[in-house]
């Protein structure tokens, strides 16, 4: 049985300027002190908005541990990322796993946030500019495991009635360890229960 | 029922990723590099692998080009193998095309092998065996300009003379003063938005990945807005070197300040040095070559007509006619 939903909204630099609409629903499952919050979500880079390039994803969030106010969060998203640039156009498949230990009281939250993303498999579609001016045997198709990044961070969030406001900041680093470009990510966040 | 699906999901799952391309594989997003494809035109020396062509007579004196970047390659600069007004530049020089050390499609190193050092030797190497005993003309763009300045520099007695389309910044202190003019850093830079939004599919994790995401940036004419550029220049690459560009940029940094100075022997030549600008460049144009053209004791400057930075490919005819005219003033002395 659902006992809360929530809308949420987050704008801030996550690989691009980008704003991300959520929708949460939290199922109660017996005696999981958390419970299960299943989420979809929304991401479009705002800079220069263009619905080419987009994220969605679907996953759940659940506590695997809690002692007293102490908890370990696990969340699991499958993502599905859309792009389409002056190279190239992508649509890729993805799963995200994260780990958020931390406190978590009745007002307010302070998590460490530990995650891997890895893109599956990516369609990859080189662009005629890019075959014209570059390189005209560019092969269109699947391609396996293109990318990965590791985000290393903190979020931290108050609650004022049905109200939650949150940040995130952190590291990102490639999933062979170098730098991104821009190697941090900061969001600040509102989510209303209802 | 559910035991059931989950290997066949799984094995479904494997079957599919075996069948997809490998992004790192070169020949898929990006062309090979001469270590890869024995076909390309190439040449060993200093423990690399370069992609090179000569055109014209084997006696003639020599003219080496220079690509920019540092990390592009020289299709572009193949239009000046061109005829304007009747004559080539091969029809008289022995002209070398080449791409730099980890640039273009020469072979791929790590970082730790990319410095200015072993850039100097490369080109030493290559002046002592193209030309060996007779000095040679240096034809360099962009970056080209900046690395042949630097061999002038310290190889005085090497160089004939040089022709310097549009170099860029050759002390780090004037690059400080044009940096946010060079690359357009904006955090609302539609370019930026759009390679950093691909690094989450496509990490720039290999060398194959890396120069492929790169052409998010250098096709996008919002990049460099202010060197002049326009959306439909006929440009041309085969592939750009991005660990080659990222290290030499940071060979010449210290504390995130740029600190070279290639013009520090520049007192020992009287070589005949001719600095080319384009005319829309608001960043490193005909003002700031013009500043540049002080560290020269026997230079001149001259300005292609409505032109952008790309000028040697867009205006291969206008280039070729300042060449020329320096190399037959210089060449003859």
């Known amino acids: ?27 109660t499952l017996g005696g999981w002190p958390h419970g299960l919050q299943l989420r979809a979500r929304l991401a479009v880079p705002v800079a220069t908005p263009d619905l080419a390039d987009t994220r969605a994803e679907v996953g759940a969030q659940a506590a695997l541990v809690q002692w007293r106010a102490l908890w370990l969060l696990a969340e699991l998203d499958g993502v599905l990322l859309n792009t389409r640039n002056a190279a190239f156009a992508a649509n890729a498949l993805g799963l995200r796993a994260a780990l958020l230990p931390g406190y978590r009281g009745g007002r307010w939250g302070l998590l460490a946030d530990l995650a891997y993303e890895a893109t599956l498999a990516a369609h990859l579609r080189p662009s005629d500019r890019y075959r014209r001016k570059v390189y005209p045997q560019a092969r269109d198709g699947w391609y396996g495991h293109p990318g990965g990044t590791w985000q290393l961070g903190v979020r931290a969030g108050v609650r004022l009635g049905p109200v939650e406001l949150a940040a995130r900041l952190g590291w990102m680093i490639t999933e062979q360890g170098a730098p991104h470009l821009p190697p941090f990510f900061g969001t600040l966040g509102l989510a209303h229960a209802f | 029922m559910h035991t059931r699906l989950f290997p066949l999901a799984a094995t479904l799952g494997v079957a599919l990723l075996a069948g997809c391309l ?5 020949g898929h997003l990006v062309p090979k ?35 920019g970047g540092p990390g ?17 530049l091969e029809d008289r020089w022995r002209v070398v ?33 193209v030309s060996p005993g007779r000095p040679v003309w240096l034809v360099g763009h962009s970056w080209g300009g900046m690395y042949a300045t630097a061999y002038l520099s310290n190889h005085p007695e090497k160089v004939a003379g040089a022709v310097l389309l549009e170099p860029g910044p050759l002390t780090g202190a004037l690059f400080e003063e044009v940096r946010d003019g060079i690359v357009n850093l904006d955090v609302f830079a539609e370019w930026l938005n759009d390679y950093t939004w691909a690094t989450r599919i496509l990490s720039p994790d290999d060398h194959a990945r890396a120069d492929f995401l790169q052409l998010t940036a250098l096709l996008s004419p919002d990049a460099q807005p202010g060197f002049g550029g326009r959306p439909d220049d006929d440009t041309v690459y085969w592939r750009f070197g991005v660990v080659a560009n990222q290290a030499i940029q940071a060979d010449g940094m210290a504390g995130g300040k740029g600190v070279w100075d290639f013009t520090t022997g520049l007192a020992q030549t009287q070589a005949p040095v001719r600095l080319v600008a384009s005319s829309r460049n608001e960043v490193i144009g005909e003002a700031f070559q013009r500043r540049q053209l002080g560290f020269f004791s026997n230079a001149d400057l001259v300005v292609i007509d409505d032109s952008g930075h790309e000028f040697p490919q867009t205006h291969p005819a206008a280039t070729l006619r300042v060449i020329f005219e320096h190399l037959d003033a210089g060449g003859r002395q």
């Open chain 2, 33 to 67: 590099t001469v270590d890869q494809d024995p076909a390309l035109p190439q040449v060993a020396f200093n423990g690399s692998r370069f992609h090179f062509q000569a055109f014209g007579p084997t006696d003639a004196p020599v003219i080496i080009m220079l690509h």
């Open chain 2, 22 to 26: 490998d992004p790192s594989q070169a």
């Open chain 2, 97 to 129: 095309y080449w791409d730099q050390r980890g640039a273009g499609l020469s072979q791929r190193h790590d970082a730790a092998e990319l410095t200015m050092a072993r850039y100097d030797a490369d080109l030493d190497w290559l002046v002592d065996h």
């Open chain 2, 72 to 88: 592009s390659d020289h299709r572009g600069l193949l239009r000046l193998r061109q005829a304007v007004d009747g004559r080539r």
């Open chain 1, 1 to 27: 049985m659902p006992t809360a939903q929530a809308a949420s909204v987050q704008v801030g630099l996550d690989s691009a300027v980008a704003a991300r609409l959520g929708y949460h629903h939290r199922l």
